[in-house]
T-cell receptor, first 109, second 113 residues
Framework: GESVGLHLPTLSVQEGDNSIINCAYS??????FIWYKQESGKGPQFIIDIRSNMDKRQGQRVTVLLNKTVKHLSLQIAATQPGDSAVYFC????????FGEGTQLTVNP | NAGVMQNPRHLVRRRGQEARLRCSPM?????VYWYRQLPEEGLKFMVYLQKENIIDESGMPKERFSAEFPKEGPSILRIQQVVRGDSAAYFC???????????FGDGTRLSIL
């Protein structure tokens, strides 16, 4: 079956550094991907999305890269701030989202 | 401009009781999605509804679980005869149209004693 997985369960960075969170997926037919941020006690918050006809998309301080050849996507956060500390999930699909297990990002001051 | 509203935020039930979780989508959104999240895991899809219709219930357990989204009022996820394994956070998301990013509420944390 299809699955979406994260390479690392935790990531610790210094404030001001850039963060890179990785995600692998197994379904080569996947054509839509989303990154969500989830803070403790809250629901997932949409960060950025990308369709399979693109390999890069930029938002405010965030960039998503998609490599369809190796079925890998990454989320880059520039100048990471303490408020970025959260669990980050990649998800695949449109109506029925398949979520990865999440990466806990900790930003040290 | 309120987001997706879920209530209650926390719900405690004893084994064998019924749990009713409510979700009011964002204004103008007619598509609702329910997910379940176990501790330290990703969300798992349960059901997708559009006003008065269940579109995809492939993630719903075959027994005890049901969902509805009536013409008026919130979407309801109903769990009958709850068991300890039903303890989880249940999240609802909504979209205006079918193929748009889903926006989530802050969930209902269900605890079964």
């Amino acid at each position: 079956g299809e699955s979406v997985g994260l390479h690392l369960p935790t990531l610790s960075v210094q404030e001001g550094d850039n963060s890179i969170i990785n995600c692998a997926y197994s379904n080569s037919a996947s054509d839509y991907f989303i990154w969500y941020k989830q803070e403790s006690g809250k629901g997932p918050q949409f960060i950025i999305d990308i369709r399979s006809n693109m390999d890069k998309r930029q938002g405010q301080r965030v960039t998503v890269l998609l490599n369809k050849t190796v079925k890998h996507l990454s989320l880059q956060i520039a100048a990471t701030q303490p408020g970025d500390s959260a669990v980050y999930f990649c998800a695949e699909g449109i109506r029925r989202l398949t979520f990865g297990e999440g990466t806990q990002l900790t930003v040290n001051p | 401009n309120a987001g997706v509203m879920q209530n209650p935020r926390h719900l405690v039930r004893r084994r064998g009781q019924e749990a009713r979780l409510r979700c009011s989508p964002m204004k103008g959104h007619s598509h609702v999605y329910w997910y379940r999240q176990l501790p330290e895991e990703g969300l798992k899809f349960m059901v997708y509804l559009q006003k008065e219709n269940i579109i995809d219930e492939s993630g719903m357990p075959k027994e005890r679980f049901s969902a509805e989204f009536p013409k008026e009022g919130p979407s309801i996820l109903r769990i009958q005869q709850v068991v300890r394994g039903d303890s989880a956070a249940y999240f609802c998301a909504s979209t205006r149209d079918r193929d748009q990013p889903q926006h989530f509420g802050d969930g209902t944390r269900l605890s079964i004693l």
